[in-house]
C-alpha cells in the first residue's frame, strides 16, 4: 500500500511539473514594404502606408502591414472608380532574432503578398473593397528560420473610410510560430490529465499484482 501511495504522489508531482511548464518564447523582428504609395483612379485614390522602422514580435501574433486612406476631389454622384489594375503589393521582411544573433544565415527572409483593390470613392464616400486573389498560391507562407517555423497569413481586411475620415482601413496578416530543436519541431508535452492516468495505471497494475502475490501465499 505505501508503494501505491509512493505512485500516486509521484503522479501529483508530474501533474503539477507538466502544468506549469510552458513553450519557449521566440521573438522575432518584422518590417513592411509596400509598393506603390497609392493606387490611384479618377481624381484621387486610396494610399498606403509603410512600417519600414523594424518591431519586434513575440510568439503567434497579428500585424499590421499598411492602413489605408481615401482622397477624392470627386462628388458623391460622380464618384472615382477603381479599375481593374488597381493592384498593390506587400513586402514583409522577417528575421528570428535567436537565429540572427548567431549569425545564422537563415534567420531572414521575404515574403511577398498581393492584392486588389475595388469600388468607389469620393470626397464624401468611400466603398473601397480588398480582394487577395492576385496570387493566392501565396496568401499563406510557411518557412523556416533558424530553427522554428514561421506561418505568416495575410488578412484580415478593414476599408478605410470617406476622405479626411480620422480612422484608417489597415490590412494585417497573422504570424504564427512553433519552436523547434535544430530544425525539428517540438513536440507538444502531454496532456497532465494522460500523464496522470499512465502513472496511476502504473500504480494500480502493481498493486494487484502484490495482493496476488499475498493471496498464493496465504493459500499455500
Do not use: C
Amino acid at each position: 500500500m505505501k508503494r501505491l501511495t509512493s505512485l500516486v504522489a509521484l503522479a501529483v508531482l508530474a501533474l503539477t511539473g507538466a502544468s506549469v511548464k510552458a513553450d519557449p518564447v521566440v521573438f522575432w523582428t518584422y518590417s513592411w514594404d509596400r509598393t506603390p504609395i497609392a493606387v490611384e483612379a479618377g481624381t484621387g485614390g486610396v494610399a498606403l502606408t509603410n512600417e519600414i522602422d523594424p518591431r519586434t514580435g513575440a510568439g503567434n501574433s497579428y500585424i499590421v502591414a499598411t492602413n489605408l486612406s481615401v482622397f477624392s476631389n470627386a462628388t458623391p454622384d460622380n464618384p472615382d472608380v477603381l479599375g481593374p489594375n488597381a493592384v498593390y503589393t506587400l513586402n514583409l521582411s522577417l528575421t528570428d532574432n535567436a537565429a540572427a544573433a548567431k549569425g545564422d544565415p537563415t534567420a531572414s527572409t521575404t515574403l511577398t503578398f498581393k492584392g486588389r483593390l475595388s469600388g468607389s470613392y469620393s470626397a464624401n464616400s468611400s466603398n473601397v473593397s480588398n480582394n487577395f486573389d492576385v496570387d493566392p498560391e501565396h496568401n499563406i507562407q510557411t518557412v523556416q528560420l533558424g530553427n522554428n517555423i514561421y506561418t505568416v497569413a495575410i488578412g484580415p481586411y478593414s476599408p478605410p473610410g470617406p476622405f479626411l475620415s480620422k480612422n484608417q482601413g489597415s490590412i494585417a496578416a497573422h504570424v504564427t510560430v512553433v519552436a523547434g530543436d535544430g530544425g525539428v519541431v517540438v513536440k507538444e508535452t502531454p496532456e497532465p490529465t494522460s500523464i496522470l492516468l499512465s502513472a496511476l495505471g502504473v500504480g494500480f497494475a502493481g498493486f494487484a499484482g502484490w495482493r496476488q502475490r499475498r493471496r498464493a501465499l496465504a493459500a499455500a
